[in-house]
């Protein structure tokens, strides 16, 4: 009896979570504005699901910037299969949708600056992006990894008040 409760519960939970990396969702959660569209700079950082199991626990977060009139976003997130390239974890790449789907889980922004204050913040947060000291490191627990980053960003730049999700594991090692 113990092994048929065990064995259902198992597979009404394999049923919650996303167990395909390759077919999850990477679709624009419609969460930021459009660079072609709206030409004001911005600040996002977003959080979403961490992939599969680990959802349940910790979020992944990421840092979006997009200086006035540019065309695209800039995306700087940490992730450890960089790493497995010889690549730094910490990556960075040009997009028109910064708030796609991380795998399958939809994504909140918990920071969004525009406009002039953005414009005024987005050289600080640069500099802090450049000097981040993990950059070539990866640790799922206790950091550095992607929570890690944002929150760096945020005590080098305190004018960005910055406050990272309670799940944001990892967050803490930047303190």
Known sequence: MKTLIVV???SLLSGCTQSDWRTASRES????????TDTQA????????????????????WLAIKPENAPTYTVYEVVS???TKNSPALTEYETITPD??????????????????ATELIPKVLIAVNYYPWANEYTLF????????????????????LTMPF?????????
């Open 8 to 10: 259902t519960m198992l």
């Open 29 to 36: 959660a419609g969460l930021a504005l459009d660079p072609a």
């Open 42 to 61: 911005s600040i996002e950082i977003y959080a979403a699901d961490a992939f599969s199991w680990r959802g349940w626990f910790a979020v992944h977060t």
């Open 81 to 83: 299969w960089a790493l």
């Open 100 to 117: 796609r789907y991380w795998y399958g889980a939809k994504p909140e922004k918990i920071l969004s600056i525009q406009g002039a204050r």
């Open 142 to 161: 206790p950091g550095p990894n992607s929570n890690t980053f944002p929150a760096w960003v945020g005590l080098q730049v305190p004018e960005l008040e």
């Open 167 to 175: 799940r944001a594991i990892g967050s803490g090692y930047a303190h």
